[in-house]
């Protein structure tokens, strides 16, 4: 894990923001955007868009950037893509950061 590239990553509001929808979706997009939510796939890039009220370009780059870094993970499923957080990832960056500082 590169801290930097990480904390580069961290360092857009958004970007924070996103990951934190993704650790608990249901609480920050609507139900009928989770109608068909699996834990396992996580949430559909374009309810993330929507919530971001970012352009699709945009949301992808700034998701692209935190997979990038190993925080969320993607699965394509046919025409869609979803995003749910890196758990471990996380977790070991928190790690990181309490050794480091």
């Not at 990951?19 to 109608?35: D, S, T, Y």
């Not at 009220?53 to 998701?63: A, F, N, Q, R």
């Not at 950037?65 to 025409?79: M, N, S, W």
Request: proline share 4%; net charge neutral; with cysteine.
């Amino acid at each position: 894990m590169e801290l930097i590239m990480v904390f580069k990553a961290l360092s857009n509001e958004t970007r924070i923001n996103i990951l934190i929808w993704l650790k608990q979706p249901h609480l920050h997009f609507p139900a009928e955007e989770l109608l068909d939510y699996d834990p396992n796939l996580g949430v559909c890039v374009s309810d993330i868009t929507q919530k971001a009220g970012l352009s699709p370009s945009t949301t992808s780059d700034y998701l692209s950037l935190l997979q990038k870094c190993g925080l969320i993970v993607a699965t394509r499923v046919g025409q869609w893509t979803y995003y749910k957080r890196n758990e471990g990832a996380i977790e070991t960056l928190n790690k990181l950061i309490q050794k480091a500082f």
